[in-house]
Structures are given as C-alpha cells and as structure tokens.
C-alpha cells in the first residue's frame, strides 16, 4: 500500500525501561541494530500496527506498555534503489513512518524474539535513549534523529530520591557516605511511585538477549 509519492506507512517504535533506556535490536543475521518498525496494513490504524508490530518482533502485548507519546507527522525516508525488488522500482520510493514513545510496564523477560515464525532481530539489548546512529542503516539516520528529538520532551522524568524515610534509617542518618551501603544492609525505605531500586544496574540488564 502506497500513497501518491511512492512512500508505504509505517510505524516506529521507541520502548523504554524504566531507566529510560531504549529497547535496540540487532537485525538477523546482520550487523545493523534497529528499532522494532513495520508496515501499516490494508484498514490499519497506525496504533493498531504499532501493537501488532510489537507483537511480531518483540512479543509484547499492550497490557505489556504504557503509550507515552507519538510524534505529530509523518516522517520520511528515501530507500536507495539497491535496496528496492527490482519489480517496485520506479513507484516505491521509501517509508512514511509514526514513531511511539512506548514505556516497558512488564518484564524483561517478557521480551520474546521468537513470537512468530519470522523474526526481525536475533539479538537485543536496553541502550541509552541516544543510540548510536553510526550503526543503523545508513539511509535511516536522520529519521531516527528526527524522531528521538521530537519525542525526548516526553521522556518519563526520573527521580529517585527518597521521599519519606522510615525511623530506622533516620538513626543511622550520616553514616554512610556513599548511600549504597543502607541499601545493602536491608534498610528500608519508600521510593517515588514508580520508580525502582537497583544497587548495580548493570546486573539487571545484561547486554543482549
């Protein structure tokens, strides 16, 4: 399905965790790391494409998300004629694309890649909300940072200071410096609504899956 320029609709898709890191995909069977994307079907909603491209490459349903914010417009990109079948060359031209700011309420180990029988990535890791550019195809990169910039402003905001603190904590106030050791020995204390603690946040996260 394409409009009058030649462009087929499209959605994009931006999952965060709970750090604000974004979900990054490695294509199968390449070396390119992507944002989970997808075609918007015949009588489609572009939202109703997004959760059924969630599905298909990352196996998240929408009781899974929070939907965060989309971006206003279309945006554009051209795909080089080496890419194009030969049989679509000269009325395909590229992808007109709604990009979602999706946030993660499930669990990691909700992320399935093998949620059909044709999976887009073989690979996946949580990166900063900046992903390197110098690794998505190249024809791609400016409407990845076209859609990052238009969708930070709607960033969950991230605040982890303590709230309240219960009695417990507030007799052994300044006897740590670093405020990690409280939390190892099993004090307790209220976080924000929301938000989580973690002591190592690279032991949470590995990687890639």
Request: a neutral charge.
């Amino acid at each position: 399905m394409l409009d009058r320029e030649g462009f087929r609709p499209n959605v994009g898709i931006i999952l965060l965790n709970q750090r604000n890191q974004v979900f990054w995909g490695k294509r199968i069977r390449t070396h390119s790391w992507q944002f989970p994307q997808g075609g918007i079907d015949r009588g489609e909603t572009p939202e109703q494409a997004m959760f059924r491209e969630l599905h298909e490459e990352v196996g998240l349903h929408p009781e899974h998300v929070r939907v965060v914010a989309r971006t206003r417009d279309w945006l554009r990109y051209e795909v080089p004629d080496r890419f194009i079948r030969r049989d679509a060359r000269g009325h395909y031209k590229g992808q007109k694309q709604i990009w979602y700011l999706l946030q993660l309420v499930g669990h990691d180990w909700d992320l399935n890649l093998r949620a059909t029988t044709h999976p887009e990535f073989d690979a996946w890791r949580w990166n900063d909300y900046w992903v390197p550019l110098d690794v998505v195809v190249e024809f791609k990169r400016g409407v990845y940072e076209m859609a990052l910039t238009e969708l930070a402003r709607f960033l969950p905001r991230q605040d982890y200071r303590n709230r309240f603190l219960r009695s417990s904590m507030r007799g052994r106030e300044g006897e740590h410096s670093d405020g990690n050791c409280d939390a190892a020995q099993g004090a307790h204390f209220e976080l924000p609504p929301g938000a989580t603690f973690d002591p190592d946040p690279q032991l949470s996260h590995p990687a890639a899956n």
